[in-house]
């Protein structure tokens, strides 16, 4: 989350297993004019597909991410103590074996802790984004997967590494976090929390946000979670990917006390909405 307050379970543990397998990278080979989103009336015109999985350790992310659009953020976050502030450097973000990673560096005790972040350089007015992501196991990191402009309007769907699957004193339920801030004053953020029916720890899995007009869709391994249709942004704006951590014991938790890396092995995005679907449709 970018705002400066950055927000079942294993009970059906073999029904998650069967819907829920550690995820594949997609492949859409066919010529489309539209893609089809289920639930959406209309569609997309143009799909974005970067693969991090045949990467190797050592090339550059810097390069591989802006040929295909994207800028590494290189910026502190003031925060208010108690929280501590962070910042995102550029190495931080990095390419390893079959995936891009982002780092969160172990806390040392002082001054800010440094995170990474990474996101489009261009912004839209509603997309399909669809994240293949495996999480980080160290406690302390929220990992943010996000649409935002300007402290006028974000889209959240994140995951806070301490609280996947237990609450964190009374402040923070267990799940993933799907959050739409208005930025207005006196108009509250809307917050959904999804149980997790799988360990984001343990592989790769897809998580999906659908933004279209008045709704935003959320999708865990193409599996339909949930909604929110209030604070649904009409401005355009960038998406954006990042690790970082506060200390807040009502947020991140943490800071990390070891190195934390959470990878990214994909990223789709669906962009350029129109509420007309023409020429060759292709359901995605």
């Not at 999985?53 to 591989?64: C, D, V």
């Not at 984001?200 to 339909?224: C, M, Q, S």
Request: proline share 6%; charged share 15%; net charge negative.
């Amino acid at each position: 989350m970018r705002s400066f307050y950055y927000l079942l379970q294993l009970l059906f543990a073999g029904l998650a297993a069967a819907q829920c397998k550690p995820y594949a990278v997609a492949n859409v080979t066919a010529q489309c004019n539209t893609y089809a989103v289920a639930n959406v009336t209309g569609g997309f015109r143009t799909r974005q597909f970067v693969d991090f999985s045949t990467a190797q350790a050592g090339q550059s992310a810097s390069t591989l991410l802006s040929n295909n659009g994207f800028s590494i953020s290189d910026w502190p976050v003031t925060d208010t103590p108690p929280a501590i502030s962070h910042t995102f450097v550029p190495g931080n973000v990095a390419l390893t074996n079959g995936a891009l990673s982002l780092k969160v560096n172990a806390y040392s005790g002082s001054g800010n802790v440094i995170g990474a972040e990474f996101s489009t350089n261009d912004e839209f007015t509603y997309v399909s984004v669809r994240t293949v992501q495996k999480s980080s196991s160290v406690p302390g990191v929220c990992e943010g997967n996000f649409f935002y402009k300007d402290q006028v309007a974000e889209i959240d769907f994140e995951i806070l590494t301490s609280t996947i699957f237990q609450s964190s004193l009374a402040c923070v339920p267990p799940g993933i976090w799907a959050t739409t801030h208005p930025f207005k004053e006196g108009v509250e953020s809307k917050s959904e929390q999804f149980p997790f029916p799988f360990d984001p720890r343990a592989d790769f899995h897809e998580y999906r946000v659908d933004w279209t007009p008045g709704i935003v869709r959320y999708y865990l391994d193409k599996n339909y979670v949930g909604q929110i249709t209030q604070n649904v942004p009409t401005v355009s704006g960038s998406w954006l990917w990042n690790a970082w951590s506060n200390g807040d014991p009502c947020w991140s938790a943490g800071p990390p006390t070891q190195d934390s890396t959470t990878l990214i092995r994909s990223i789709e995005i669906y962009k350029d909405y129109t509420d007309t679907r023409t020429g060759t449709v292709c359901n995605v």
